[in-house]
């Protein structure tokens, strides 16, 4: 797999971790989860979305460097 085809992959991870945060609150505010079930389930959430961020941004600032060279 290309450095490429990694960042577009970690991209796509990303955007559905963004994506299942919203759809938590969501079921959180039609009371469809409790609010017990939304805090044990979206601070891990909220981890996973901080590394893949760090990952990406690290990934990009690596392939910049390689195209300079």
Known sequence: MSKKDFIAKLSIAL???QET???LRLLTE???LTEEEFE???PELI???KILTSILKT???TLDT???L
């Open 30 to 32: 039609t009371a469809y």
């Open 66 to 68: 390689i195209k300079q």
């Open 15 to 17: 955007k559905e971790a």
């Open 40 to 42: 044990s389930l979206h």
């Open 59 to 61: 990934s990009r600032q």
């Open 47 to 49: 981890e996973i979305i």
């Open 21 to 23: 945060s919203y759809w």
